[in-house]
């Protein structure tokens, strides 16, 4: 079976610090790797889409990165950070071009102060 | 106007209860449709999902799709205490790479 991991589970940083968020993907091969936002009261907002190493696509401008060194490993990345990235982050992915079918990892709980 | 709107409630009824979590969508191209819960704190796990048209029925869970109204519902029988949580309404978008999601309606369900 397929399992998708997320860490770290929950983070604290000052403004201007670095960010390293890592997902991983266990049981499939060539998945299409998602990161999405969900900040209170505004939904999840997709960031960046994968559909394969090193092939990234970004959903919005703003001060993140993503990248896919290895087939199941997506990052988010930061070189500094906002106020405004507060939120909780959620790695996705879905097999070949069942697009419909999202399965989101635990999440990680960011806090920038 | 938003592609997918949700009413957030919070929505709250007692257990045993049916419950009818709704969206509306703009783009009558869209036919992919989904339903997510999602427990605080936790990723959104996928319900179920209808392409195009109709009613689609798992248990207690039941989703329906109005293209004519650009409509869809999850309706849920004998509602359970384990039900509470955010129910998040999702759409393929039209080149079938992403969802775009509403921002969810939260349920509670008391005993």
């Known amino acids: 079976s397929q399992t998708i991991h997320q860490w770290p589970a929950t983070l604290v940083q000052p403004v201007g610090s670095p960010l390293s968020l890592e997902c991983t993907v266990e049981?499939?091969?060539?998945?299409?790797l998602y990161w999405y936002r969900q900040a209170a009261g505004r939904g999840l907002q997709l960031l960046f889409y994968s559909v394969g190493i090193g092939q990234i696509s970004s959903e919005v401008p703003q001060n993140l990165s993503a990248s896919r060194p290895q087939d199941r490993q997506f990052i988010l990345s930061s070189k500094k950070l906002l106020l405004s990235d507060s939120g909780f982050y959620l790695c996705?992915?879905?097999?070949?071009?069942?697009?419909?079918?999202?399965?989101f990892g635990p999440g990680t709980r960011l806090t920038v102060l | 106007q938003k592609e997918v709107e949700q009413d957030p409630g919070p929505l709250s009824v007692p257990e045993g209860a049916i419950v009818s979590l709704n969206c509306t969508y703009s783009?009558?191209?869209?036919?992919?449709f989904m339903w997510y819960r999602q427990y605080s704190r936790k990723g959104p796990e996928l319900l179920m999902y209808t392409y195009s048209s109709g009613n689609k029925e798992d248990g207690r869970f039941t989703a329906q799709v109005d293209k004519s109204s650009k409509y869809i519902s999850l309706f849920i029988r004998d509602s359970q205490p384990s039900d509470s949580a955010t129910y998040l309404c999702?759409?393929?978008?039209?080149?079938?790479?992403?969802?775009?999601f509403g921002k969810g309606t939260t349920l509670s369900v008391s005993s």
């Open positions: 996705a992915w879905t097999r070949g071009t069942a697009y419909n079918e999202q399965f």
């Open positions: 049981g499939t091969s060539n998945p299409n």
């Open positions: 783009n009558s191209a869209f036919q992919y």
């Open positions: 999702a759409i393929l978008n039209q080149a079938g790479t992403a969802l775009i």
